[in-house]
């Protein structure tokens, strides 16, 4: 078998480092920095199982987790530059992982794209407004819980509490349905961190079958989803993850629900 | 059925966001802060059935977890300008939220709110010490443990470990009972963001159940406290609350205990 | 029985507290200041059952989950100011938690580090490249394996998925085995830490047992480490660990494997 040379494998991590973050890469000073290069992205970034913006909104949300800010801006600048995301794209990212993981998380990644966007004199992006129009309250309802339908692959329960009348009200019903500024397909990678960060258990059963049922996602696909999120959360979170992927898979494969 | 105006609802969250930072609310630029107005203040802290001071204490324990400044700073100013909570009271919430959420957690509160004082000029606010007559350190363990009955509604274990130990002299025997600068109910809402942040299992179904059996929380009010801190945890997070708050107000209203 | 006196107990916090910080102690100010004082130096770190090297590493790992840039620094200085730890060592600390806590957080660490050690005059620390010389990949997957071994006691599974194949080639068979940066026995507590923060019960046993059962650490230590795990985590995610620690030194005393 022919060696591999790290000489070459740092010369990959540095390129893909450049790419990703939009900036030359320096030198590693620490360890740390070094298993950035040579590790996440000459081994991981470098993999062809999942794209480039997926992994973005992977690394995003994972940073808003972790409240790093200077990864946030980062991440940011990398798209932006890459054109991987707009910024348009970027601000719903942020609305979408208030839902999932708290306003404020939301609120360290829209802070960070308003820093950069200024930075990189970029204008104000174009953005839909959540109402224009005067509503029904009734519509509003029905239309999310069509909408939860189109997203779960299965039908929600009663609106019987304020937190359950607002998933149907607003996270269905105003939210998610926001497809004009970002795909279905790109906020399953946001939901998905957001689901497993929780560490809930159905949340994360349920959406991980819903990502490949409604074929936003491919099961290769989920299985490199969760090495890329074990880079941002960790591997003992990701552990969990890597269960109930293969347990998943097998039901899809099988042409079964999440709860078979 | 009558329309719902966009408008009303834009011009409701912006006169409530403008009461709960304590400042003006400037027009939302992004997706994200539209959601703030449209939905977190215009529908959410607008709701009658949880008071302000207890929203408070739950975004302030939420936006610590979430390690966002801005937030926490944010609510400090105005809680602090519309008089929901004092300095005394936000100081015990730092020290509250360092237990059930881990020192530097309660530093981020703390931090904050010395930079809010410091801008509205506030003076330092009066505080009991800890301790300040000698003790008698098996008194301290039996006043711990008559505390956490008052605080659980059922005894605690023997204190046979360091860390058990320390919840009897020092959760419960120092830092509970300091109810001259924070009240029971307001510590309530601190401890449920702490267990439910926790992910684990057994503080968060005992501190559920015990927050309405020990009537400091009445079984509408954890309904709407399940949406409040959906906000600051993201929607997966609460799920779990939801599914135990069901549980815990049945067994409740059957006057039976957590574990029954 | 005698009385404890608190002015002997707050004496004794801020001699502690200047040692651990490396900085002499501030009067508190706030109650949570009095409480890092009267409890968390004077009665947590002052305990003599885990050292204070040991006490550094979960402070340092628990600082990072929380985000907190400032309780970071004062553990950095401390540990440097005091020889608890050397550069070299936090530096390779920072890549243990980038693996057991995602890189962002580990870039938390490597910043605190590079800022205090540029105030502090100190030169860049040696370190070891991941890769000097070419390699064979199916001698890495081998060594990987073998040290999986060596960390865990028993035997990794097979290396099915990406992220199965990453732990193999650089979670053990790059970064574990970096022995000449930093001993295992350290390695532990930062690795208990970041398991701990998961949540995630399988990586909690089966770690939990390992670091007893190598020999790295003693039962009645990691009793210590729970509550030292609290003082940074809080008490409820401590309590789950209290649970899964009293159980694995059963089996560890009756020589059983974790899951026995």
Known sequence: MSLLDPQERSARGTAIKAEVTGNPAPEPQTPLEESWRDFVYAEVWSRPGL??????????????FAASERDLELY??????????????LREAALHLAVYGGWSRGGLVDSAVSRVAERLGLPAAERTPIRAAPWDPQVRSEEGAQEFINVMTFPGGPPATPYLEAIRNFVFGEMWCRYDGLDQRSRRWLTLVGVCESGAETPIRTHIHAAMA???????????????????????????????VFEMIKKIEAGLPHDA
Chains 1, 2, 3 share one sequence.
Request: hydrophobic residues 40%; charged residues 20%.
């Open 76 to 89: 940011v600048e990398g798209a932006l530059k890459g054109e991987a995301l707009t910024v348009t794209e």
């Open 51 to 64: 794209d480039r913006r997926a992994r973005y909104l992977v690394a995003l949300a994972g940073a808003a």
């Open 214 to 244: 409604s074929g936003n996602c491919k099961p290769q696909e989920m299985q490199e989803f969760v090495l890329q999120y074990g880079i941002h959360a960790g591997w003992p979170k990701a552990s969990v993850i890597q269960g109930v």
